[in-house]
């Protein structure tokens, strides 16, 4: 084979490529027409130097399932997801003024009632079956999960290892069962499950809690590697040192400003982590742009594990 010939078959070959991975990129970020049981999705059109996820010619926007909507990030997250033109679903709501926000920002925004206890497998059930109701499906979901127990070892007792057990890893495994299998069967999707930073620096006075939070990410990676072949990216993020209502309420520092002080002074960056810094980073790993990222862990805690 000459020069000439080997350049050219050489050049199609390139092209072919490149033809196959824009068609797999617009499949990965295509609306999903097709759940339970119908393969395929209507192809949006997505550049990858694109921010947010754009309509495609059928005018239908992405769909997200939020679970919670009213705590830690997740607030964030739902305006953040509305600016990247998704629609909502949103599982434990409780806040009114935040739902009634997010539809004057354009969104269409489903509420599901009675999702508080995340222990029981028909809770994100729910949030898959009304989200193929109302939209015909869902794109990306973001599951915040977690039950908080102090206590080393020594000082717990059986009933704590119970609590933490069921509320840090039963809790992500019924929310994989549930919102990955359609997301598979379409072949494409975006999941997050939100855990803890504390998974990779385990504290003495928290024992359980790590344990627990670092098998539930151990899960999400396995997980992640399972259902990469299917076109589905699943990660894992966790937070510290985020300044929401409940982690300032923890340490004091919400009343206290050297409570406050105390606490940016554990973090390397000297301040702590707004809910937009963390909502910023997760929706990037949800909203159809960035794809790549498989089975992972990702704390958004200013530095905080690694030191």
Known sequence: MNKVENGSKEAIA?????????????????????????????????????????????????????????????????????????????????????????REMGAKVEVVEDTGDQTKPETFQKLVVRAQEAFGGYNCACIRTGTHVNGSVLTSKPEDLDTVYAGNIQTVYNALRAVLPPLVEQKSGQVVINTSAGAMR?????????????????????????????GVSLNATGTYGMAYPSFLHMVGADTDPEKRKEQEELLPVKRLIQPEDAASFVATLIDGTATGQVGQFFPIDGGWSFM
């Not at 196959?20 to 049981?37: H, K, M, P, Q, Y």
């Open 14 to 102: 390139r092209e072919e490529l490149q033809q196959g991975e824009g068609s797999r990129r617009d499949f990965l970020v295509t609306g999903a027409a097709g759940i339970a049981g119908i393969a395929g999705a209507t192809a949006m059109g997505l550049q990858p130097s694109q921010v947010k996820a754009q309509e495609g010619s059928s005018g239908k926007k992405r769909v997200v399932i939020l679970f919670d909507s009213w705590n830690h990030m997740m607030p964030a997250l739902a305006r953040e997801m509305v600016r990247r033109n998704h629609d909502l679903v949103l599982g434990d709501a409780q806040d009114e003024d935040l739902i009634k926000e997010l």
């Open 202 to 230: 385990p504290q003495p006075d928290v024992a359980l809690y790590c344990a627990t939070r670092s098998a539930a990410n151990a899960l999400v990676r396995a997980t992640g590697l399972e259902v990469a072949p299917h």
